[in-house]
Nanobody, 118 residues
Framework: QVQLVESGGGLVQAGGSLRLSCAAS????????MGWYRQAPGKQREFVAA???????TYAGSVKGRFTISRDNAKNMVFLQMNSLKPEDTAVYYC????????????WGQGTQVTVSS
């Protein structure tokens, strides 16, 4: 099973930007999609963004227009550029590998903490 390690989180003021990275232990080209999820304190984990093998992307409505997901198949990495951050974006962010039937093909890693101050 592929191992995913997230990094790039931190503390930022509202309106600021962060770029998250996800490094995979093996090729990500074989997966149907790579995605980002987040979990805020006291809340369930939720979908943020996904990028499919063909390059198409999908976003949660709450981040559309502010976040951009991208991938580098040669380096086995996935990125999440987050702009115009809001306090409600505060959460632990995780990346995941998805299969052809939208099933998860990776375990949850430790994630990376993003804290947005008002």
């Amino acid at each position: 099973q592929v191992q995913l390690v997230e990094s790039g989180g931190g503390l930022v003021q509202a309106g600021g930007s962060l770029r998250l990275s996800c490094a995979a232990s093996g090729s990500i080209f074989r997966f149907n999609a790579m995605g980002w999820y987040r979990q805020a304190p006291g809340k369930q984990r939720e979908f943020v963004a996904a990028i499919h093998s063909g390059g198409s992307t999908t976003y949660a409505g709450s981040v559309k227009g502010r976040f951009t997901i991208s991938r580098d198949n040669a380096k086995n990495m996935v990125f999440l550029q987050m702009n115009s951050l809001k306090p409600e974006d505060t959460a632990v962010y995780y990346c995941a590998a998805k299969g052809d039937y939208d099933q998860f093909l990776s375990s949850w890693g430790q994630g990376t903490q993003v804290t947005v101050s008002s």
